[in-house]
């Protein structure tokens, strides 16, 4: 029995329970097809026990679910056995820092968008620290340079990344002047990268009502095992209806059609590191 399930772990539950669902069964009837009591079914479930390959297939069986792409992604799920980077952090930093990380690891592709602040995974380690400096209630100095260095840890990878961002987090002085140039050509340097498109949507143009808040879409192995990741008030929330993801495509589509193009956009950006 897992203690604390990460959010992979209960992304895979909850797959299995949409299935049963779809299929019109209960947990009993479902712990019946397997030859396990109805506490295990809830369980695996719930992301508290894993689940072997064997029995997921048989349970997509019995489902009737004929999507073997889909089945065979929820198996790479079930069976993988990765001790991420992000594992070290583990038990110092909140657990949706480490979610964040290992669904970047296993994302096909990233799409943010940004109002307010720089995207974290663009962010300088200056921009980043007074980002969570400015954290209610404050944060000790040492748990603050976790932060810092995970958050620069999770810039390493590669994977395809679009991103949208809005004049406001562009003018934004988290910090300094200083701070705030640097950022700028941090931008400027990484937007030259073969995986990243950078678009901004300057103040002047038309169209921003078409616009939503801030999120991050992390493309999956198959388009139903996408997530979005929004920050509220309360946490980080993951979303993974097939109804939102929908909606938060069709967003992300929209904030496209509203912004510079790519070359554009780096001239934006490096006119206004000439202000500062």
Not at 87 to 116: K, M, N, Q, W
Request: hydrophobic share 40%.
């Amino acid at each position: 029995m897992r203690r604390e399930p990460t959010a992979r772990q209960l992304r895979l539950a909850t797959e299995l329970r949409r299935l049963r669902e779809a299929a019109g069964l209960n947990s009993r009837e479902a712990a019946a097809l397997l030859g396990v009591s109805p506490a295990q079914i809830t369980h695996i479930e719930s992301g508290l026990a894993g689940v072997s390959e064997k029995r997921l297939r048989r349970l997509a069986s019995h489902y009737a679910c004929t999507d073997t792409e889909f089945i065979d992604a929820l198996v790479a799920m079930a069976t993988e056995r990765i001790h991420g980077w992000w594992e070290e952090y583990r038990g110092l930093l909140p657990t949706s820092f480490l979610d964040l990380a290992e669904l970047e690891h296993h994302a096909t592709f990233l799409h943010d968008v940004a109002i307010l602040y720089v995207p974290g995974r663009l962010q300088t380690e200056d921009y980043a620290r007074a980002v969570f400096s400015a954290r209610l209630p404050e944060l000790a100095p040492d748990e603050l340079e976790l932060r810092v260095n995970h958050r620069a840890a999770r810039q390493k990878s590669t994977i395809p990344h679009e991103v949208v961002i809005h004049e406001a987090a562009l003018r934004m002085r988290v910090s300094d002047r200083p701070a705030s140039r640097a950022q700028l050509v941090r931008l400027l340097e990484i937007s030259e990268a073969d995986h990243l498109v950078l678009r901004v949507i300057p103040f002047d143009l038309d169209g921003f009502a078409k616009a939503s808040g801030t999120m991050t879409y992390a493309g999956g192995p198959l388009s139903k095992l996408d997530t979005v990741v929004r920050d509220a008030p309360h946490g980080t929330v993951l979303v993974d209806s097939e109804a939102q993801l929908n909606i938060y495509r069709t967003s992300f589509r929209r904030m496209k059609t509203v912004s510079l193009e790519p070359e554009r956009s780096r001239a934006f950006i490096h006119d206004l590191t000439k202000e500062l």
